[in-house]
């Protein structure tokens, strides 16, 4: 048998960095070779095993992006939007497979991603889990189903320290309500209420954001009728789910050509 895939966690002291590296640890089918973190940060030149507060397990924290790279095969990525265009450019150039959790990109980034991706394999998903990704297909389901009678509103909870709204699932699932719909989701979002904002438009997607305390997170798709409501609801307990399928992606796109892929891809959905 080869030698097990090496993976590259990047953002290696970040809440999903610290679970990315125990799942990699842990699993059987992967092998850790690298740790990034951002220059000045101070892992870097440690342990990553010792720097997370366990034993040594013989990967030193780096801020060298291209070295480490150079020796993996698929490097996971959630980190921060400017980070994570760099990233991508540097993952093509070694050829290793780029997993992308970072949320919050905007279309330029995407764009320059995209770019990136005729050179390696590049999955990117606003979440990685099974569960969410179901609820997308069926959010376009229902949202094909129910014509504008129906409110559609998508309320979403996270942690404190989350930096981007509306989440990066929320916009996974008001893409895929808008799509169901046949509507341009740029058109018809509604982000942000606040004071005289008029009745609620026809045919409007209503993005809410929660944020406080150690929420993981939790996603509501609400189809508001008249007398009626269906409501479609995910809630993640645990960031290891996250983990668990950014690794699926890393081994299930060493065999995929250069190109763009989502979760949906992955999970065969
Ligand atoms: N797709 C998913 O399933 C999913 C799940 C959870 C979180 N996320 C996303 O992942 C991202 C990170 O979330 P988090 O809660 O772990 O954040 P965090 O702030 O805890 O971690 C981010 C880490 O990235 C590091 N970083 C920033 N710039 C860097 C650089 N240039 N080089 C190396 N490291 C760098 C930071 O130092 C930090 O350690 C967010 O965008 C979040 O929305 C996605
Ligand atoms: O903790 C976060 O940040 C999360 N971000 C993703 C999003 O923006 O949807 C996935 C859930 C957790």
Redesign the pocket.
Known sequence: MGELPGIVV??????????LIRTVLESDKARLVGC????G?DWIGRDVGTAMGGAEVGVTVT?D?LEAFARAQAVLD??????TV??AKLAAQARAVHV?????LAPEDIEKIGKAAHHAPIVR?????LG?NLLVRLTRQVATALDADFDIEIVEA??R????AP???ALMLGAAAAEGRGVDLDTVSDRGRDGITGARERGHIGFSAVRGGDVV?EHEVIFYGAGERIALRHM?TD?A??AR??LKAALWAQDQAPGEYDMMDVLGL
Do not use: C, W, Y
Not at 100 to 104: C, F, L, Q, V, Y
């Open positions: 990047t953002g290696a002291s970040g809440r999903m960095g610290q679970m990034l973190e951002r220059p940060h801020d992006a959630f980190t921060a939007p400017a980070a760099e990233f992308i959790g970072t949320t919050g998903a606003g979440n990685m889990s969410v996270h942690h320290h989350k930096v981007d989440s990066g699932t997170g993640a960031r789910l996250f399928g950014a």
